[in-house]
């Protein structure tokens, strides 16, 4: 960022989402109480509780770093979650 470049950040506060497609429709959703999204670098984090789910797969945590760019997602602490195997056997209706 060079010396005439302004950083710009917003805030949102109560129940944040964040949302990305995903090949076969499968969209991520990130939902938080509050998130800091630093626009000029496509970066966002929050130090709250975090709930991410893609179909059945979930995971949640404790404070979260988000980079837009790389599409990554770091979740800081007090992980835990459960994700839905591509390769599982379905069971059967009954």
């Known amino acids: 960022m060079d010396g005439n470049s302004q950083r710009r950040a917003g805030r949102s506060r109560g129940r944040s989402r964040y949302t990305r497609a995903a090949p ?25 509780q975090v709930l991410i789910t893609q179909g059945k797969s979930w995971v949640q945590g404790v404070g979260m770093q988000v980079d837009n760019r790389f599409q990554t997602y770091v979740l800081e602490s007090k992980v835990t979650g459960q994700i ?3 390769f599982a056997r379905k069971q059967p209706k009954t």
């Open 24 to 48: 076969a429709g499968r969209a991520t959703l990130a939902e938080m109480s509050e998130l800091t999204v630093l626009t000029d670098e496509e970066k966002a984090f929050t130090k709250s």
């Open 84 to 86: 839905e195997s591509h």
